[in-house]
């Protein structure tokens, strides 16, 4: 939960995740809907339909057991080579290195690493230096941990704490006065300008028609349906005698999207495909959905009341 998203955000999640899913053999039988419902509103919803595969993997393969070796780890739907290093060292105590943002800066400031930020060349560099220490450690749990430590709370991205840093007898950025210029800065992806038009149509029974998302972004989820849009999957619908209720902005990964809420009157049948479903409005909690949906039903709720 914490990749990608505030601890505060995290937080109010978390408790309730455990408590809908109090051990693995619960989360492995949890449909897509369960666990994306638990998760709405964390955003990167891919996470957790993969913590729940992950889940499956461990039941059916593993005998309900997580495993300790990097190799085995990995085989583990959602699990990459930091979380199994992660595990490893700090559930098992092997000597297994991990290497995230952080643990690049640390690394690239410690050994003089000059790679940008987050490229490939500066991973890789990463992961060989942070195997060379792991395995030069009396304790993999406590050094990764440290590691973990240092990058959030000392040897931050800007204005580093060297005074209070335990490893700076050993650090070449600070011997060399280079603690700004390691790593180099990084090329930041450009962002994108968009605007969206989206749908809100009722039925005589007051549901409302969402439509389920099948592309690389928020999949599976169900989403408004759209106007003409390169954001999401789907045709746009067709919609007559249209009311605009509200504008909003909202960031999702590199895309700055201006929002446009309109109320309508459905202009032709829609495909019986499993596409589009009418949502009771009482039910919208069980119902996952990202937090762009959330904003602009909320926002049309109040402006209609
Ligand atoms: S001495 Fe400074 S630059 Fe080097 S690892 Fe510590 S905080 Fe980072």
Known sequence: ??????????????EHFLATFPDLASLAKASDD?????????????????LRDGARVVSVDFGGNVPDAVQELMHITGIGRYTAGAISSIAY????PIVDGNIARIVSRLAGIDEPAGSAALMRAA????????????????????LMEIGALICRPRTPDCGACPLRSHCFAFRNKRTESLPRK???????????????VSDKRGRILMRRESGPLMNAMMHLPHGDTSL???????VNDTRLLAKFRHTITTRRIAFSVYTGKLGSAIRDDGEYEWIDVSNLA????????AKALALSTQLKS
């Open 286 to 293: 069980s119902v996952p959905h990202p937090s762009y949906v």
């Open 127 to 146: 992961w060989i230096e942070s195997e060379r220490l792991v395995n030069a450690c009396h304790s993999p749990r406590e050094f990764n941990q440290g």
């Open 34 to 50: 369960q666990v994306l419902a638990s998760w709405s509103g964390l955003g990167y919803y891919r996470r957790a339909r993969m």
């Open 232 to 238: 999401l999957t789907g045709a746009p619908l067709r």
């Open 93 to 96: 105590g092997q000597h297994a």
């Open 1 to 14: 939960m914490l990749q990608q998203t505030r601890m505060e955000v995290v937080l109010k999640y978390y």
């Open 186 to 200: 990084k090329i930041k992806p450009e962002t994108r300008d968009m605007n969206v038009d989206l749908y809100i």
